[in-house]
């Protein structure tokens, strides 16, 4: 069964950084596309990034230059900093695992940005 947990979210002032982590149980995280995707009060859910299992990476608009996906299939983790963070960037952050038709989602981080 594989299962995914964040962690690494909190509070940050404006222009502050935080790091966050996805664990992923399982076997088939190295052949795995992994994503992260957030979700603020009263929106839809939207994509942030993705690294695929070769280690190419895409970035929604709105993060590019500021956040840096990551992954290390040694230790079944992918990370994001997240830097120049802005109040706009506050959300439940969730990550998301996909290979082929299989895709499984983690229960989410919040981090919220404010002075």
């Known amino acids: 069964q594989v299962q995914l947990v964040e962690s690494g979210g909190g509070f940050v002032q404006p222009g502050g950084s935080l790091r966050l982590s996805c664990a992923v149980s399982?076997?088939?995280?190295?052949?795995?596309?992994m994503n992260w995707f957030r979700q603020a009060p009263g929106n839809q859910r939207e994509f942030v990034a993705v690294?695929?299992?070769?280690?190419?990476?895409i970035y929604a608009d709105s993060v590019k230059g500021r956040f840096t996906i990551s992954r290390d299939n040694a230790k079944n983790m992918m990370y994001m900093q997240m830097n120049s963070l802005k109040p706009e960037d506050t959300a439940i952050y969730y990550c998301?695992?996909?290979?082929?038709?299989?895709?499984?989602w983690g229960q989410g981080t919040p981090v919220t940005v404010s002075s």
């Open positions: 998301k695992l996909v290979r082929g038709n299989f895709e499984v």
């Open positions: 399982g076997t088939i995280f190295s052949s795995a596309a």
């Open positions: 690294i695929g299992s070769s280690g190419y990476t």
